[in-house]
């Protein structure tokens, strides 16, 4: 309950709601009713400043439990939590006519509140937790007991409990019992699978489809340089002590007897959690560096403060090398976890300060120290306010609801937003007085986040959408100084097409991050991201992003290498569609084989022909011609064959889609299908004469003298069923090393039969 907080401001804060008459006395439930919600609702806001720094305090404790809803901040109880479940702000809604604290929160108060250390007996502590245990894996444990086997819950299934939070991931460690032996028991209550072997690890589904870890105890001596460096052995025999000496901090060294509800804290855990801190259980915490990375994301996801002797043995590790070695993968899962579950992401900046690893990361290093203009950032230096927009960003993302890789890309592009300042401040005298500018650093800063986050492992999907943010999250400043409504809305759709594969909806979230990491001005969206913000959703590119719609991958399927002519098509291309030019990916392929004569799959391949020789009926012979077939990007197609330099064409088809007559489409088919055959040295075309559409489409290129000369005909109405054509301005013959010939060979020989 609430009143055991043993803090003035917990006091305080009860006191005033409950002798004002803002709130009831609790239900068995451990709901307090809400009296008035109006008054509440002011006085919650009227919190005091002289309450901040004993709240921070209840702050800390109440968000490493994963709860927002109680104590988050100097403004009361309820602000975050009506942010977090509604997404609305306290000032547009009205409070719950209670307020619950029961849940999560009110069972870690409940427990950690009401022992002390001297509680324990020889390292026990006679409790229940509710860990969510099935039938069939207590009947599993139990018939363990029986035979002389122990069982225990070990690792953060005890430590979420404690904390009030629902464990998802249970670990059973199984104590005197051979790995073999272990399957062949587990296998009688449910299905196991033993992908973990390597590592003592069973699988184990019981009937109901629940999950569970069982596993062995398991010795590991380091053999190498790296993560990977181990030797793994297998000890049935150890102690549960034992065991929990080789995991990493106190508090995932704790173990659960289910059957008889005992903890078991060997290493002072249930204290650490408690006293908010981060410690480690052994001296072979050095074994695995990755552990290192583990603490830097424990702590910002729960606001811990290190055991000093846990960060000298982290600071020797650095020193040593430890993490030279690392897999990135594996780094990259702590940095993950960093990013995707922080509640204070700014303590990083003091965790690797402390063991000495700032100074081996990219850019991190050098934010410490580096001035900024006090008009616009009184809180500091660099370091700080980024610290600061760190924290915002978590917040923003919790208000957001954004998770996984969103929630990553928001942290991630906080931390890199300012990484070049360093490089780019400079300390001007101007009309006498020193003025401190960054010219420049946002675009410079692209560079420097993708190799930071490169360095750390991070995936090319979540760098692709951080950079464009880093390089653009001034991008309102410049947009709201545009005069013209017509202006805005181009230079807002540009700004779209630069995020590329991130948006501007996240682009706003980085930007009110950064212009909140900082006091004691106001926090929010500043009225320049307020207007950017209304402009994108008006002309919906908020996030349905306007990127280019041809892609280097198009061009190059298309027949292009890569390369100055290349780039500068897309370019063009993007410039293009940004005037409005095409707007769907067909239009757009359009005008690219308008403007460039690219787009069209052509395929030659070698083949015969069977005609018949004039001098009798009966004999006949095999010529040989180059099969073709051409498809264009909006459908339209031809295929034929091609004998010496004519084209023989058999099919021809205008587009699937499109707009304007069938003749029309039709004319243009054939001047495409022209132009790719005279680009392949034919100068004459020969052409089946199918409908009075065909008829008028030659006609008309007759006129345009696209085709002259045409042969076979009895007149002007086109009445011949073949006629041939030449190709007006034909260039020469073509040659290539993977085209077949396009001559026949003079040394073919005719077969007759």
């Not at 860990?131 to 009947?139: A, Q």
């Not at 690392?326 to 900046?349: H, Q």
């Not at 132009?675 to 065909?694: F, N, P, W, Y």
Request: glycine share 10%.
């Amino acid at each position: 309950m609430i009143c055991n907080i043993q803090s003035t401001a917990g006091e305080t804060v009860l006191h005033k709601f409950t002798t004002e008459n803002l709130i009831g006395s609790p239900t068995p439930d451990g709901a307090y009713p809400v009296m008035n919600a109006d008054l509440f609702d002011k006085a919650n806001q009227e919190m005091t400043e002289e309450l901040f720094s004993e709240y921070s305090i209840i702050n800390k404790f109440f968000t490493r439990t994963g709860n927002y809803a109680v104590f988050h901040s100097s403004t009361g109880m309820l602000v975050d939590h009506l942010e977090k479940n509604s997404g609305k702000k306290p000032t547009s809604i009205k409070f719950p006519v209670q307020i619950q604290v029961k849940g999560s929160v009110d069972r870690a108060l409940s427990f950690l509140q009401s022992f002390d250390e001297g509680r324990l007996n020889d390292g026990v502590l006679n409790r229940e937790l509710p860990i969510n245990i099935s039938d069939s894996v207590r009947g599993a444990l139990q018939e363990l007991a029986n035979a002389g086997h122990k069982a225990m819950v070990v690792g953060g299934a005890v430590r979420d409990a404690l904390l009030g939070k629902d464990p998802k991931d249970i670990d059973i460690e199984v104590y005197n019992m051979s790995y073999q032996d272990l399957e062949a028991f587990l296998s009688k209550f449910g299905k196991t699978n033993v992908v973990g072997k390597a590592f003592g690890i069973i699988k184990f589904t019981d009937s109901n489809g629940g999950e569970y870890d069982f596993s062995i105890p398991r010795r590991e001596s380091k053999i190498g340089v790296g993560h990977k460096a181990f030797n793994v052995e297998f000890d049935p025999t150890m102690t549960p002590k034992e065991a929990a000496s080789r995991r990493d901090f106190s508090w995932n060294g704790l173990a659960y007897d289910v059957l008889n509800g005992q903890i078991h804290d060997y290493f002072g855990g249930i204290k650490d959690l408690k006293e908010n801190v981060l410690r480690h259980t052994s001296e072979q915490f050095s074994e695995d560096p990755l552990r290192i990375l583990r603490a830097m994301q424990f702590q910002a996801r729960m606001g811990l403060d290190i055991d000093p002797g846990t960060n000298e043995l982290m600071s020797r590790m650095v020193a040593d090398g430890a993490l030279d070695e690392l897999p990135k993968e594996r780094v990259a899962e702590e940095w993950m976890k960093w990013a995707t579950k922080a509640i204070y992401p700014s303590k990083i900046f003091d965790f690797l300060l402390n063991i000495g690893l700032s100074s081996k990361l990219p850019f991190i290093g050098d934010l410490k120290g580096v001035q900024q203009e006090a008009e616009w950032h009184p809180e500091g230096d660099v370091e700080t306010h980024t610290g600061l927009v760190l924290n915002e960003a978590a917040r923003i993302a919790d208000r957001e609801g954004l998770t996984g890789d969103d929630r990553a890309v928001l942290i991630f592009s906080a931390l890199a937003h300012d990484f070049a300042k360093p490089a780019t401040t400079e300390i001007n005298i101007v009309r006498g007085t020193p003025r401190i500018t960054s010219r420049g650093h946002e675009e410079a800063g692209g560079p420097m986040a993708e190799e930071f986050l490169k360095s750390i492992g991070i995936k090319q999907s979540i760098i692709d959408r951080v950079v464009p943010l880093v390089v653009n999250h001034l991008a309102h400043v410049s947009i709201a100084t545009i005069k013209g409504e017509s202006s805005k809305v181009r230079a807002t759709k540009k700004l779209a097409v630069r995020l590329k594969d991130s948006n501007i909806a996240e682009l706003l979230n980085l930007i009110e991050a950064d212009a909140s990491g900082r006091h004691p001005l106001p926090k929010g969206l500043p009225m320049s991201g307020v207007e950017l913000r209304d402009l994108a959703a008006k002309i919906g590119v908020s996030k349905a992003v306007e990127k280019p719609l041809i892609q280097g991958r198009y061009l190059i399927e298309s027949g292009m290498s890569q390369g100055i002519e290349l780039g500068n098509i897309l370019k063009a291309a993007a410039a293009a569609q940004e005037n409005g030019d095409f707007s769907t990916l067909e239009e757009g392929k359009q005008w690219i084989y308008d403007n460039f004569g690219v787009g069209t799959l052509v395929k030659l391949t070698p083949g015969t022909r069977t005609v018949q020789d004039d001098f009798s009926e009966t004999f006949t012979r095999e010529v040989p011609v180059t099969d073709f077939s051409i498809k264009f990007p909006d459908g339209a197609y031809a295929t034929g064959h091609i004998d010496g330099s004519t084209a023989n064409i058999s099919g021809i088809g205008a587009p699937s889609t499109g707009v304007g007559t069938e003749v029309k489409r039709g004319t243009k088919t054939y001047e495409r299908v022209i132009k790719e055959l005279a680009l392949r040295g034919v100068t004459d075309i020969k052409v089946a004469l199918q409908s009075k559409d065909s008829s008028f489409v030659l006609s008309k290129l007759v006129n345009e003298g696209i085709l002259t000369n045409p042969r076979g005909l009895t007149g002007p109405s086109f009445d011949e069923r073949f006629t041939t054509f030449t190709i007006a301005d034909t260039p020469g013959v073509i040659t290539s090393p993977d085209l077949p010939a396009l001559i026949p060979d003079p040394g073919f020989e005719s077969k007759c039969n």
